[in-house]
């Protein structure tokens, strides 16, 4: 019998979304917004791949990873974060694979309000050492409206998922 995967995502600018369709494409799995899938409809799938977008370095979506936690112990379950954090490191959730993948920020057309705290780091890290800055300082002050999104790095996942 073929084992049934379901991707859900959850994206606030479009990165999570655009990883996500290229890994259900990629894999013939069914493709969800997290907020359009229904609980119940977890008993139909043997592997869930979960993407979130990371704010603040939390993994948007975490809630449900957590809350639905003894539905998803006996799946295989692969968890994906996207964000310019490369040292990202998930909370929690040990028992699941976990991969990052990069994304970008799009300055234009971000929010007001993270306009204003995306300006705030950055006047926080034009402050320091240039040599002693993250990756993740780094693209905040030098390369926030790079496009980093890239069809290869779902690559780790896929072959996870085929093995
Ligand atoms: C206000 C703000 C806060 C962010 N915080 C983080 C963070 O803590 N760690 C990280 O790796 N990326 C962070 N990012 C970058 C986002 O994770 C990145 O833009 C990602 O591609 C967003 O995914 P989405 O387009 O699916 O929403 C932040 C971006 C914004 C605008």
Not at 8 to 23: F, Q
């Amino acid at each position: 019998m073929d084992s049934k995967c379901a991707v859900i995502y959850k994206s606030k600018y479009g990165s999570t979304k655009c990883y996500a369709g290229w890994i259900a494409l990629k894999l013939g799995a069914d493709l969800y917004e997290l907020s359009d899938f229904r609980i119940r409809d977890i008993k139909k799938y043997d592997t869930i791949i979960y993407g979130g977008s990371i704010y603040f370095g939390k993994l948007s979506g975490i809630d449900f990873l957590v809350e639905n936690y003894d539905k998803l112990k006996d799946k295989e379950v692969v968890l994906f974060g996207v964000g310019i954090d490369d040292d990202y490191k998930f909370e929690n959730l040990d028992d699941f694979d976990k991969f990052y993948l990069r994304g970008s920020i799009d300055f234009k057309n971000i929010s007001i309000t993270d306009k204003i705290i995306i300006n705030y780091l950055r006047s926080k890290f034009s402050l320091k050492d240039e040599k002693l800055l993250s990756t993740y300082e780094n693209i905040i002050l030098n390369q926030i409206d790079s496009d980093f999104l890239d069809k290869k790095n779902i690559d780790s996942i896929i072959n996870r998922s085929k093995a």
